[in-house]
């Protein structure tokens, strides 16, 4: 038997990315700045959705990435900031010493509510 009082919630799975790369010791400045443009432009789109992270080696060049996404559209949303574009295009044509490697990670568990 179904009660009709009951509200069903549709849930998205959550979507977590993690980047790692080497960059050219040239490029290790620029990238940091673009880095941070992201970082502002997310700060301002306040996008409760999206959760990102950026952090660098003690080699000085080698990036981390971690991305949390609630759904999808958070995603593509993200992917489609003028200034991820523009950190991207710069990135690729800078080259690498590494290149990227991508995981999509499942999460086991958190200190804090991402969402």
């Not at 003690?58 to 949303?77: L, V, Y």
Request: proline share 4%.
């Amino acid at each position: 038997m179904f009660c009709s009082n009951v509200k069903i919630k549709m849930v998205t799975k959550m979507k977590i990315v993690k980047v790692v790369y080497t960059a050219k010791p040239d490029f290790t400045e620029q990238n940091k700045k673009n880095i941070q443009t992201v970082m502002n432009d997310l700060q301002q789109l306040n996008n409760p959705g999206i959760f990102y992270s950026a952090c660098l080696s003690p080699d000085n060049k080698t990036f981390i990435h971690t991305a949390f996404f609630r759904s999808e559209e958070d995603h593509k949303m993200f992917s489609d900031l003028p200034s991820f574009l523009d950190f991207q295009k710069q990135l690729n044509a800078a080259g690498f010493e590494a290149s990227p490697k991508q995981e999509l990670l499942t999460l086991v568990g958190s200190s804090k509510a991402i969402f």
